[in-house]
């Protein structure tokens, strides 16, 4: 068979899946029960990931998008919130949670009847696409808890973000009250959810900041580099039993099963960095670009000898402090600086930890010392509680509003 046979035959199949799915037509066949996958946000195995055919449940104990195995887009927005009007807001969750469930599993947000004069519900840019494993995480800022009145539930771990040596900080990449991180292998798929999931809301928020990105998702197993072209996310736990410490919040609160998002816009300086011999990018991190091993070391999860990496190197630094987070960051890739006329490029820097103090213990020890410091600039911040998962029949949100 001709590699163009086979293209049309994996096309056949996939205008198979489409119409199974009723895709333009019904709603689709393929549902995943939220009782039966409430434990994780469960993958469809049997399907075929190359295709984006395969889903992940909106449904489970914990929010899909944190410790799901990274996609190649991300679609990432922060909104303002503009009402205290506790039902609206409660309305507006309960709304994002049809719409979301639906999204992922690769449906339209919902189907309409037949009136010609009046705009589709949904935007449509989807149709004919697979889900591509989209998952949507929701979050609130503290500025949130404050609108809502709801400060007296903000756990005490939730706190601003302190200072930090040298941040340039920009309004408008900092603040806001609800982020939406829209992930998938597909960056239409991504924009797409977010696109109909605001214009729902349209009356209730406005849209901050926005940002897509990008993470060289090839083998599924494989590290992703960043744009200095070294394998980012190689100390990243990957077990349950770790996601456990790491990862998800058990306080007796709304927050447990839940996780603090730790957001940076890191403007990445890739003209001063590519003028940069290897021996100093390799020193900047205390790791070899090639094979991603730590110094001293031949393979790339070999353990790492904090004596045998540079004093300033940025894995040394966040390291020592011995206060895991769980990194799940994307490129990303905004043209040109017009000041500069360089790249305006960097790393949509995201984090998800059980308490925000790990972050800012991480972030504070690589501080003013970090070597890599010269390379980049952080521009903007967010921290967001992001939700525990929810069971079917429970809108996203609902426990902090119980
Ligand atoms: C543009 C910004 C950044 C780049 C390019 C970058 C790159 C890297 C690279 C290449 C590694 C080594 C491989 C790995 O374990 O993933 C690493 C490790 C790490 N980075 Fe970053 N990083 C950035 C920002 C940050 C920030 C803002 C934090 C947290 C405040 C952070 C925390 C960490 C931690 C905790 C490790 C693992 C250290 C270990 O336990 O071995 N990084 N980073």
Redesign the pocket.
């Known amino acids: 068979m001709t590699n163009d046979e086979k293209w049309f035959e994996k096309k056949i199949d996939r205008r198979e899946f489409l119409k199974k799915a009723g895709i333009g037509g019904a709603g689709l066949a393929l549902g995943v029960s939220g009782a039966s996958a409430f434990f994780t946000n469960k993958v469809k195995e049997e399907k075929n990931f190359a295709d984006g055919d395969e889903e992940i449940s909106f449904y489970g104990s914990h929010q899909a998008g944190i410790t799901t195995p990274m996609q190649k887009n991300v679609y990432f927005v922060v909104l303002d919130l503009h009402s205290t009007d506790r039902a609206e807001v409660i309305q507006m969750f309960k709304n994002w949670t049809d719409y979301s469930s639906k999204l992922v599993d690769g449906e339209l947000v919902k189907k309409d009847g037949s009136n010609a004069l009046l705009p589709p519900s949904d935007t449509g840019e989807t149709v004919g696409l697979n889900p591509y494993r989209l998952t949507l995480t929701f979050g609130v800022s503290i500025s949130f808890l404050k609108k809502m009145g709801l400060e007296k539930k903000r756990p005490q771990a939730f706190r601003e973000f302190p200072p930090f040596p040298k941040e340039q900080l920009q309004d408008k990449y900092t603040g806001g009250d609800i982020v939406i991180q829209a992930c998938a292998d597909d960056e239409q798929v991504a924009f797409h959810a977010v696109r109909n999931l605001v214009r729902k809301a349209r009356n209730t928020v406005t849209m901050k900041w926005s940002q897509s990105g990008f993470a060289a998702i090839g083998d599924r197993l494989a590290?992703p580099r960043?744009?200095?072209g070294?394998?980012?996310?190689?100390?990243?736990v990957t077990k349950e039993k770790d996601f456990e410490q790491v990862v998800w919040c058990d306080s007796n609160d709304w927050m447990r099963d839940g996780s603090y998002m730790?957001v940076?816009r890191?403007q990445?300086f890739l003209e001063t960095w590519d003028r940069t011999n290897l021996q100093e990018q390799e020193n900047t991190?205390g790791?070899y670009k090639d094979s991603?091993a730590?110094f001293g070391k031949k393979h790339e999860f070999d353990e790492?000898e904090l004596e045998l990496l540079p004093v300033d190197s940025?894995?040394r630094l966040?390291?020592e402090v011995n206060k895991?987070?769980y990194?799940r960051?994307y490129s990303y890739s905004d043209g040109i600086d017009e000041r500069t006329g360089q790249f305006d490029s960097?790393?949509l820097?995201l984090?998800f930890q059980k308490d925000p103090d790990s972050?800012v213990k991480?972030?504070t020890n690589?501080g003013a010392q970090d070597k890599?410091n010269e390379y980049?600039t952080?521009i903007g911040s967010g921290l967001f509680a992001c939700f525990a998962g929810i069971k079917k029949g429970e809108y996203i949100g609902q426990k902090l509003f119980e």
């Open positions: 590290t960043n744009l200095f070294f394998k980012d996310g190689t100390a990243n730790a940076r890191i990445m991190f790791r991603g730590p790492v940025h894995v966040a390291k895991p987070i990194r960051s960097g790393l820097f984090s972050f991480v972030l690589l890599m980049v952080h």
